[in-house]
């Protein structure tokens, strides 16, 4: 099996006994690697610590995968206390979102600590590596957006948005895109003519759209999040298109439409088919009666 690559530093066992002065430990440096003479493995820490967050479910992440050593991750808000999160995991991710939850507009750090194996439950305190800091308002990705609804009336197309749900919770409530951005989560809708390529596009603050269109076209369209008050991760993926072309809502229904007609034909068949059938054998009974001899008194 191959050895992790990434920083080391010395034995935990050592740097234990080294802050308890319990021995005197030789070590000889090479650059970033140190090794201990009375330690049989040197601890690998993690290094590149990121934060996934999408519509704030937030997992942070790390390498590398573990070998002779196990992980606990820590995180605390800018001023509150370090909670354990994930521990003695092998895993090389953690699921911190029910922390950053309770309050979305903190600022958030993470650690990672590396503990050998058969160290695991010493005391002291095992080598760490930091996260960036982290603020969940500013940084998660937003979600990609679904059309809840449109219509197209002569010239008017309304088309509505429908929030995506996030995992912020209050009074028991989950709430939505909306309830946690208010008006600095904007939608962004791109349309075109169903026959063209050339799009244009609306902007509101709000979940609905109303635009004008040319009478009789067909339009097709998508909608996009966006908070523009960001420096980055300002736009979500754009939705599925959506048409108001009676072609494309046929093309859709076609499937079961066959499917229906094939049904009807089916049964029709075999409705005609016993029909026949009992018509020819009725047929023949009254066939064979009118062929039998006249019995002589």
Request: glycine share 6%; net charge neutral.
């Amino acid at each position: 099996m191959a050895t992790p690559t990434g920083p080391r530093v010395p034995c935990y066992e050592a740097a234990v006994a080294r802050r308890q002065s319990l021995q005197n430990v030789a070590c000889t440096g090479a650059g970033t690697t140190t090794l201990c003479m009375p330690c049989t493995t040197d601890v690998v820490v993690a290094y590149n610590l990121t934060w996934k967050s999408t519509n704030f479910k937030t997992i942070l992440e790390w390498e590398p995968k573990p070998i002779n050593h196990v992980y606990t991750v820590q995180i605390s808000s800018r001023l509150g206390n370090w909670k354990n999160k994930c521990f003695y995991t092998t895993d090389t991710e953690c699921d911190v979102t029910d922390e950053i939850v309770k309050n979305v507009e903190e600022t958030y750090l993470a650690r990672v600590f590396s503990y050998p194996l058969d160290a695991i439950g010493s005391t002291g305190e095992p080598p760490f590596t930091n996260s960036l800091e982290f603020t969940p308002y500013l940084e998660t990705n937003l979600g990609q957006p679904t059309i809840r609804s449109f219509e197209q009336v002569g010239t008017a197309l309304n088309v509505t948005v429908q929030d995506a749900r996030t995992l912020v919770r209050v009074g028991g409530t989950f709430l939505s895109l909306r309830d946690v951005f208010g008006k600095d989560l904007n939608y962004i809708l791109y349309y075109w003519r169903a026959s063209s390529t050339g799009k244009k596009k609306a902007t509101t603050n709000t979940n609905e759209f109303l635009i004008d269109v040319d009478e009789g076209e067909n339009y097709c369209f998508n909608v996009q999040a966006v908070i523009p008050s960001r420096r980055a991760n300002q736009k979500s993926p754009e939705s599925l298109i959506e048409c108001t072309s009676r072609e494309k809502v046929l093309s859709t229904e076609m499937p079961f439409i066959v499917v229906a007609v094939m049904l009807v034909v089916i049964i029709f068949i075999i409705v005609l088919s016993v029909s026949l059938y009992k018509c020819r054998k009725a047929r023949a009974g009254r066939s064979g009666k009118e062929s039998l001899p006249l019995n002589v008194a």
